[in-house]
């Protein structure tokens, strides 16, 4: 009855509070420096992110993000990006998700996410928190 019990409470929880084989927590980065820093972890690292305003559709943002795979095995990424005012109210989000499926060591992959905001959502962002999880 236990194991029942506790499976079924496992199965409601949300999959960021799975067990991880890595969790780099929230990373404070300021806008500047949203391009340069790099996460590893479980042999994978994140680096490149970027945002870039889209042409179409009007008030469209790209999420950019790139991972690199070290290890033999496939892995899936998943990278969460959150913008704060100077006050620290939220202006935008996104998620973005990797998968690393080819078996081989040094691969590469990027990812795009496209989401609406307003310029000047995106102009205010002073802070970004940035998250790599990797199940």
């Known amino acids: 009855m236990r194991k029942l019990l506790l499976a079924a409470m496992l199965a409601c929880l949300p999959p960021s509070a799975m067990a991880q084989r890595y969790d780099s927590g929230r990373r404070s980065i ?3 420096g949203l391009a340069g820093p790099e996460l ?3 042999g994978v690292k994140v680096n490149n992110v970027v945002i870039t305003r889209s042409e179409q559709p009007r ?3 790209t999420f950019f993000a790139s991972a690199v795979k070290r290890v033999a095995g496939r892995r899936s990424v998943r990278i969460e990006l959150a913008g704060l005012k ?3 109210r939220p202006t935008i989000s996104s998620i973005s998700a990797i998968n690393l499926g080819d078996e081989q060591p040094n691969r590469m992959q990027l990812d795009q ?3 609406i905001a307003f310029p000047a959502e995106v102009a205010d962002t ?3 928190l940035l998250r790599v999880l990797i199940p």
């Open 86 to 88: 100077g006050d620290k």
């Open 126 to 128: 002073r802070t970004y």
């Open 113 to 115: 996410h496209r989401f």
């Open 59 to 61: 008030g469209a943002y």
């Open 40 to 42: 590893s972890g479980a």
């Open 30 to 32: 300021t806008a500047e």
